[in-house]
Each structure stands twice: as structure tokens, then as C-alpha cells.
């Protein structure tokens, strides 16, 4: 398997416009998670989905973040204005059904490095 | 919210080094893990421990969960430079949805 594959790596653009970053999650996976990861507030969970379904969105920091998952391959995460402040990079992981034992492993994209100008 | 701090911030050390990092909390949590994440890459799972007071060894690494399942620390024996990079501890919160809390990092450099 490819592992967790994530898309753009880097993204630069302007403040106003709409980013979309795109993930797709090891076959079987059932969980997906999206993360944030900057220097001041370190790896912060922004939702995560269980078989397509979201469960804690309580991370998203605001309205412009919105996160889709149609199908068990594929997962968005749209922000929409973007601002300065949205610099950051984006992990995705993905982890099996048994997320909820003890033994559990998340499996993390390499990110997408986002630059808001 | 639980919260995991760790400590120190930042480490630089010379090659053969001892070194330990620590991650602290005042909440409990049922489970907690430790990631090192490389530059570039996203983190990968280095241990998952369960039990208060358990202790696992990973080659030079020693993890132990203090036992009251609060903190944990993690000891590398004879730094490589192949152990530098981003150190993250992650504790599966107790209450509301189950979730992973990650710690604030330790970024580890080992100089040959």
C-alpha cells in the first residue's frame, strides 16, 4: 500500500481565496482524521471521520472550515475565505476499526504545506 | 480540554548522549503514545503504553507511563544522529469523544 496520500504538498495563495486539500486514506482504513500543525499550537485535531461519518468536528477552529468525506477513499478539507492566520501545515491520517483499543495506530499523511499570503 | 506538555523544547546533544524527554499532564488518560516525526514527513508511531507504571523498551529508546497514567517519559540511550528530529507524546483523553491529544514536542538534534 501507498500509505496515506495527500494533495497539493505545498499550496500558496492569496487571502480570500478558496483552498481545497484532498486526501485518500490506506485502503480498509475506517477512521480518517484531519490534523493542523503549526509552531505555536503544535498538532491540534481538527475533525475526525468514522466510515465516512464525521464524530468530533470540535477542533475546526471556524465557519470557513469544512470537511467532506463522500466515500471511504476520499476525503476534503475546504477552507473558504482563507486568511494569513490558516498558514499552516495539514496532516490527514487514516486508522483501522480498532482505533477505540488500546493498540491502535494512526497512520499520518506527509502534509500539505499551506501558505496563505 | 486535556492539555500535554512536554519538556524540553529543545534539545541539542552530541552523538553517544544520554537524554530523556518528559510529558505531563494533569488529566489521566487511558492510553498514551509516542511519535517522532522526520522534516518533510508526517509523525510515525514509535510505542503505545497502557498500564500505569509500564515501562517498554524500543532498541536504545525506554518509554515508561508514570502510574498514576498521567505522564510518561521516554529515555534514549547512546544518541544517534538518525534520532534527530521531532518528538511527540499523545494521550488518549478520558472523556467526551475518544481522541488523541498531542503533547507540544520536543525537538531533539544529534550532532555527530
Known amino acids: 500500500d501507498a500509505g496515506v496520500i495527500q494533495s497539493p504538498r505545498h499550496e500558496v495563495t492569496e487571502m480570500g481565496q478558496e483552498v481545497t486539500l484532498r486526501c485518500k486514506p490506506i485502503?480498509?482504513?475506517?477512521?480518517l482524521f484531519w490534523y493542523r500543525q503549526t509552531m505555536m499550537r503544535g498538532l491540534e485535531l481538527l475533525i475526525y471521520f468514522n466510515n465516512n461519518v464525521p464524530i468530533d468536528d470540535s477542533g475546526m477552529p471556524e465557519d470557513r472550515f469544512s470537511a467532506k468525506m463522500p466515500n471511504a477513499s476520499f476525503s476534503t478539507l475546504k477552507i473558504q475565505p482563507s486568511e494569513p492566520r490558516d498558514s499552516a501545515v495539514y496532516f490527514c491520517a487514516s486508522s483501522l476499526d480498532r482505533f477505540h483499543s488500546s493498540y491502535n495506530e494512526q497512520f499520518f499523511g506527509p502534509g500539505t504545506r499551506l501558505t496563505v499570503l | 480540554t486535556q492539555l500535554l506538555e512536554q519538556s524540553p523544547q529543545f534539545l541539542s546533544i552530541q552523538e553517544g548522549e544520554n537524554l530523556t524527554v518528559y510529558c505531563n499532564s494533569s488529566s489521566v488518560f487511558s492510553s498514551l503514545q509516542w511519535y517522532r516525526q522526520e522534516p518533510g514527513e508526517g509523525p510515525v508511531l514509535l510505542v503505545t503504553v497502557v498500564t500505569g507504571g509500564e515501562v517498554k523498551k524500543l532498541k536504545r529508546l525506554t518509554f515508561q507511563f508514570g502510574d498514576a497514567r498521567k505522564d510518561s517519559s521516554l529515555h534514549i540511550t547512546a544518541a544517534q544522529p538518525g534520532d534527530t528530529g521531532l518528538y511527540l507524546c499523545a494521550g488518549a483523553q478520558t472523556s467526551g469523544t475518544y481522541k488523541y491529544i498531542f503533547g507540544t514536542g520536543t525537538r531533539l538534534k544529534v550532532l555527530a
Open positions: 485502503s480498509g482504513h475506517d477512521y
